[in-house]
Structures are given as C-alpha cells and as structure tokens.
C-alpha cells in the first residue's frame, strides 16, 4: 500500500557530510510521525532521529548537533543531513514512517512502513 524509497548513502571521509532522503509513495492520505534509524553489524537497531506531524524533533545523543531531520510533507519525503560523520556512525540507515492509508478510511488506522535501507560507510 505504501512504499518508502531511500537515496543518499554511500562512503565517506570522517568528517564529511552525507544527505539521506526518504520518500513515500501510495495510498497516503496522511503521515504521521516520520524517523531514521540505523543498524551497525552485530549490533540493534536504533533510532537515530524523529520528527512528527507538528515538526517537533528528538535525536540520539551522539546524533544531536550533528544531524538534522527535516520532512517535506508535499513531497512526503524525510531527509536526514548528517555532518561532522564518524567512523562510528557507519550502519544501513532505515526509514520509518507512520502512515494512514486511503485505504482504511473514514477509520483512522495508523500503520508503520520502512524502507529497503542504505549503506553509510564512514572510513577514518
């Protein structure tokens, strides 16, 4: 019903930026809350950022002042600007959206989808 396409990643120097975007396509009639998470190797998956309808944002700690989440909701489209990278922050980075779908109106029926995931290789 909904699919999320996801660009940006890719391998980059410790210290420089990278600019992940997210967009949702399909039975949209509304998307809530929209967020980045991410995955290193052996490790859980994590929240990285979020924002809801409202704008308001939350961040990881090692994430804050360093990443932006913004969202364009003509666009349906998240992004996420990263900068100051580091080695560390290396992981298949995923996008989550929270979704209510054409298709279970007039009930208000939120659903989670993500997206397929991108490579973010930081080499030091």
């Known amino acids: 019903q909904v699919q999320l396409v996801e660009s940006g990643g890719g391998l980059v120097q410790a210290g420089g930026s990278l600019r992940l975007s997210c967009a949702a396509s399909?039975?949209?009639?509304?998307?809530?809350?929209m967020g980045w998470y991410r995955q290193a190797p052996g490790k859980q998956r994590e929240l990285v950022a979020g924002i809801r309808s409202d704008g308001t944002t939350n961040y990881t700690d090692s994430a804050k002042g360093r990443f932006t989440i913004s969202r364009d909701n003509a666009k349906n489209t998240v992004y996420l600007q990263m900068n100051s990278l580091k080695p560390e922050d290396t992981a298949v980075y995923y996008c989550?959206?929270?979704?209510?779908?054409?298709?279970?109106?007039?009930?208000?029926?939120?659903?989670?989808?993500w997206g397929q995931g991108t490579q973010v290789t930081v080499s030091s």
């Open positions: 399909g039975y949209i009639f509304r998307i809530n809350a």
């Open positions: 989550q959206m929270v979704v209510v779908t054409t298709t279970t109106l007039p009930r208000i029926a939120p659903s989670t989808y």
